[in-house]
């Protein structure tokens, strides 16, 4: 409402609206009647959401903590706390937006972990970003890391930090789980009612509606927002090679004794 003494706006709750309204800025009282119907009917962010500069970044944390709710990754339980620092074995400083437990049951199976992440409400990803995701991997291997944004793409310098993350992480390490499964979440994950594969377009529900799970969304992702290739591929073209190299080795040790049979 615009006082009509000092001409300032304020804003002023529905509970309090009566014949005359009092303004908090001069304290002066201004009739309601011509003053309510000529101004503009607006929502007005409350609590935490109130904090300037988008909560201080809370926006993403908590818009990506509910992406693991029950109303987009109904499979899902999680014991989260955000914004958290400790101290490795060595004495090194580990630092992320949040960290949680998981666990997930899907086809029968059981799976859980650790959770780490990174986020941005729209600012962008930056060094100290990708050295405390690297350090987190060093020191929980099987953890999966999460890059999170309201952006709805990344940069290409993004993309290539999180790429060198993502490729160092994707090595076999036990029951088809890489050793750090990198996330990629933007603005169509998290802005979205539902979660993967429904909230992508149509092509890309199509490419992965067999993907199911946290894990397999990591691997989706990857392949949506770093261009990378699915790490099954990968694993199958290193399995291969290491089966043609063993194979040589083999004719190779044949031939040889033959000869020195000869």
């Known amino acids: 409402m615009q006082c009509t003494h000092c001409l300032r706006r304020s804003w002023l709750a529905l509970a309090n609206v009566r014949d005359s309204l009092a303004c908090t800025r001069c304290l002066n009282s ?3 009647v011509g003053n309510i119907d000529s101004t503009t009917w607006s929502y007005k962010t409350t609590g935490p959401f109130s904090v300037p500069g988008h909560a201080d970044g809370a926006y993403a ?10 109303h987009t990754m109904s499979t899902m339980r999680t014991t989260p706390v955000v914004s958290f620092a400790a101290q490795a074995p060595n004495k090194q400083n580990l630092e992320a937006d949040f960290g949680m437990f998981w666990q997930e049951s899907l086809y029968g199976e059981t799976r859980n972990g650790i959770m780490f992440g990174e986020c941005k409400t729209y600012g962008r990803f930056a060094k100290k970003d990708f050295d405390r995701m690297r350090h987190l991997a060093q020191n929980f291997p099987g953890a999966v890391l999460v890059f999170s944004t309201l952006r709805k793409s990344l940069t290409p310098k993004e993309i290539s930090a999180i790429a060198r993350i993502a490729k160092a ?6 029951a088809d789980h890489p050793t750090n499964p990198v996330l990629i979440l933007t603005g169509t994950e998290l802005l979205n009612w539902e979660g993967p594969p429904y909230c992508w377009n149509e092509a890309l529900r199509k490419k992965f509606d067999r993907s199911q799970g946290l894990i397999e969304f990591c691997n989706a992702t990857q392949q949506i927002y770093l261009n990378l290739s699915s790490w099954h591929t990968d694993w199958q073209k290193k399995w291969e090679e290491k089966r043609q190299r063993r194979a040589a080795a083999a004719r190779a040790a044949a031939a040889q004794t033959t000869f020195s049979q000869s």
């Open 30 to 32: 201004f009739p309601a």
């Open 61 to 70: 944390v908590l818009l990506t903590l509910d992406m693991f709710s029950n």
């Open 169 to 174: 992480g994707r090595k076999y390490w036990k």
